[in-house]
């Protein structure tokens, strides 16, 4: 059943993620370095990886995130 979880948190936080973008101009960018949301879910998956943290709502809606955020044209960190 936690497959089922996963699954549901993935599609789920890709949706939401994207409704956000969408809706949303918000960005980070710090000397020439545009700091992305699937740079920050990746983050967010790294640090459940060093607590160890295997809740797969956790990684199911991180890994969305990152996700939507790499299917986009303009994913790259360099900012231009």
Same mark, same amino acid.
């Given at each position: 059943?936690?497959?089922?979880?996963?699954? $549901?948190?993935?599609?789920?936080?890709?949706?939401?993620?994207?409704?956000?973008?969408?809706?949303?101009?918000?960005? $980070?960018? &710090?000397?020439?370095? &545009? !700091?992305?949301? &699937?740079?920050?879910?990746?983050?967010?998956? $790294? !640090?459940?990886?060093?607590?160890? !943290? @295997?809740?797969?709502?956790? /990684?199911?809606?991180?890994?969305?995130?990152?996700? @939507?955020?790499?299917?986009?044209?303009? /994913?790259?960190? $360099?900012?231009?």
């Amino acid at each position: 059943m936690d497959f089922g979880f996963f699954s $549901l948190s993935l599609v789920v936080s890709f949706a939401f993620v994207r409704m956000v973008t969408e809706k949303t101009k918000f960005h $980070l960018r &710090w000397k020439g370095i &545009w !700091i992305h949301h &699937w740079i920050l879910a990746a983050l967010g998956m $790294l !640090i459940l990886l060093v607590v160890q !943290i @295997e809740h797969p709502v956790a /990684w199911g809606a991180f890994t969305g995130a990152a996700l @939507e955020g790499l299917i986009r044209k303009n /994913w790259s960190i $360099l900012d231009r």
